[in-house]
């Protein structure tokens, strides 16, 4: 099965307005991490937002927030006013605590290509 | 500047030929990582490493090798074992904190290789 699903391919979005990556994860560990990460054409991995599995509250960095609902094992990527260097691939990843079965290693989703249209 | 080299940045390989990505870290992490992404794939782990002279494999380690003699190099060879090597290959750092669940990895620009 899988660890990290994302369903979406392939999204579009309208300049300015908010978009929201889906993400859902399968762990039996209570202690873990959520990634996501963007990557642009140019191919580099560029690292935006981190939600662990104990955090009260949902993660924000700037644009970015994380809506993190656990009983649902969810852990969407929400991007307000997007802009047009918002286009890339965006990865979801969760990294489980050392002693688990990937030996605290990333597990990676295979990405949403998001396209922001002008 | 800290920060995750990899070279090259194209490689042209002809079937048969062993070749070798260099990674290079000068952020003083403790753990390194090759991951191979295939078109429209996500990125799957080939080998990663927690200190030096120490390493293991990851999920598709077939066809590949790699070696840890320093802290700051993680340099990952492509054998003529392995059947399909065309793919985007990216080398991460981190540091190893044992029991922390944040450990962000930090990636390299990669290394684009093709066979002919």
């Known amino acids: 099965a899988q660890k990290i699903t994302q369903t979406q391919p392939g999204m579009f979005v309208q300049e300015k307005e908010a978009v929201t990556l889906d993400c859902t994860y399968d762990?039996?560990?209570?202690?873990?991490?959520l990634f996501w990460y963007k990557q642009p054409s140019s191919g580099e991995m560029i690292f935006l937002i981190y939600?662990?599995?104990?955090?009260?509250q949902n993660a924000t960095e700037g644009r970015y927030s994380l809506n993190f609902q656990k009983a649902r094992k969810s852990a969407n990527l929400v991007i307000s006013a997007s802009q047009l260097g918002d286009s890339a691939m965006y990865f979801c990843?969760?990294?489980?605590?050392?002693?688990?079965?990937?030996?605290?290693?990333?597990?990676f989703g295979k990405g949403t290509k998001l396209s922001v249209k002008p | 500047d800290g920060g995750i080299t990899q070279s090259p940045k194209y490689l042209f390989r002809k079937e048969g030929q062993n070749v070798t990505l260099s990674c290079e870290q000068n952020?003083?992490?403790?753990?390194m990582y090759w991951y191979r992404q295939d078109p429209g794939q996500g990125l799957r782990l080939i080998y990663y490493?927690?200190?030096?002279?120490?390493?293991q494999k990851g999920d598709i380690a077939e066809g590949y090798s790699v070696s840890r003699e320093k802290k700051e190099s993680f340099p990952l060879t492509v054998t003529s074992a392995q059947k399909n090597p065309t793919a985007f290959y990216l080398c991460?750092?981190?540091?190893?904190?044992?029991?922390?669940?944040?450990?962000?990895?930090?990636f390299g620009p990669g290394t684009r290789l093709t066979v002919l």
């Open positions: 991460a750092s981190s540091i190893m904190a044992a029991g922390d669940r944040y450990n962000e990895q930090f």
């Open positions: 762990t039996s560990d209570p202690s873990y991490g």
């Open positions: 939600q662990g599995s104990y955090d009260q």
């Open positions: 990843a969760m990294r489980e605590a050392l002693y688990g079965g990937s030996q605290g290693n990333l597990i």
């Open positions: 952020l003083n992490h403790d753990a």
């Open positions: 490493s927690q200190i030096v002279n120490d390493f």
